[in-house]
């Protein structure tokens, strides 16, 4: 490919498969495969900003009492677990973003493929290190699937990597097709676990 020029992004099935082995790509499959990654990047921000401003604490004091009740306070075992997670977390949604960024800078031609993987091989060292870490942590049984749910994120989001730096081998934007569901579902699970853990991404006390 010609660095500089948007290639093609795409939503899954036969509209990849039509794509592989062509040597040109129509402009309009360029410009909607692009719009489906930004699209889905704005998405996931978009979810994060509305679940804050709907857990935030000045809407929860205006909110009317028949909704759902507060979650109660984390035990000292749920809470020792919440800040052991917090700095992997934070480094985790960090490299999460960069990665997502890289990939739309390499297709707005900011990046060529070896700048994509480099950026992508520094979010795999930080999966990498969070895994490991992660595994280290005995979480207390009431929070054992929400520490399974935070693993299978990170998993994805490696997932997601190793697909994205293949790019930087053939070129071929396919890649991105398939890495991007991945990091949407990993970036679903970080938010579900975020909702029991940190509400509104607040540190707990």
Same mark, same amino acid.
């Given at each position: 490919?010609?660095?500089?020029?948007?290639?093609?992004?795409?939503?899954?099935?036969?509209?990849?498969?039509?794509?592989?082995?062509?040597?040109?790509?129509?402009?309009?499959?360029?410009?909607?495969?692009?719009?489906?990654?930004? @699209?889905?990047?704005?998405?996931?921000?978009?979810?994060?900003?509305?679940?804050?401003?709907?857990?935030?604490?000045?809407?929860?004091?205006?909110?009317?009492?028949?909704?759902?009740?507060?979650?109660?306070?984390?035990?000292?075992?749920?809470?020792?677990?919440?800040?052991?997670?917090?700095?992997?977390?934070?480094?985790?949604?960090?490299?999460?973003?960069?990665?997502? @960024?890289?990939?739309?800078?390499?297709?707005?031609?900011?990046?060529?493929?070896?700048?994509?993987?480099?950026?992508?091989?520094?979010?795999?060292?930080?999966?990498?290190?969070?895994?490991?870490?992660?595994?280290? @942590?005995?979480?207390?049984?009431?929070?054992?699937?929400?520490?399974?749910?935070?693993?299978?994120?990170?998993?994805?989001?490696?997932?997601?990597?190793?697909?994205?730096?293949?790019?930087?081998?053939?070129?071929?934007?396919?890649?991105?097709?398939?890495?991007?569901?991945?990091?949407?579902?990993?970036?679903?699970?970080? @938010?579900?676990?975020?909702?029991?853990?940190?509400?509104?991404?607040?540190?707990?006390?």
């Amino acid at each position: 490919m010609v660095r500089g020029k948007p290639q093609a992004l795409g939503e899954g099935g036969a509209g990849v498969s039509a794509l592989i082995g062509e040597p040109r790509r129509s402009p309009n499959v360029k410009i909607f495969l692009f719009s489906f990654v930004l @699209l889905s990047l704005l998405g996931v921000l978009t979810l994060a900003a509305v679940r804050e401003v709907v857990t935030s604490p000045a809407n929860s004091r205006t909110a009317h009492p028949t909704l759902a009740p507060p979650r109660p306070p984390l035990t000292p075992a749920e809470e020792a677990y919440a800040l052991a997670l917090w700095p992997i977390h934070n480094e985790v949604k960090a490299s999460a973003l960069k990665m997502t @960024l890289g990939g739309l800078a390499y297709k707005l031609g900011e990046l060529d493929r070896g700048g994509l993987k480099s950026k992508v091989d520094a979010s795999s060292e930080t999966y990498r290190r969070a895994a490991m870490r992660i595994a280290a @942590l005995t979480p207390p049984a009431s929070l054992a699937q929400v520490h399974e749910m935070y693993v299978d994120a990170v998993r994805l989001y490696q997932r997601s990597a190793a697909e994205m730096v293949r790019v930087g081998g053939d070129g071929r934007d396919e890649h991105l097709v398939v890495a991007q569901p991945l990091s949407m579902e990993a970036s679903e699970k970080l @938010l579900k676990v975020g909702d029991v853990l940190w509400p509104s991404e607040y540190r707990p006390n």
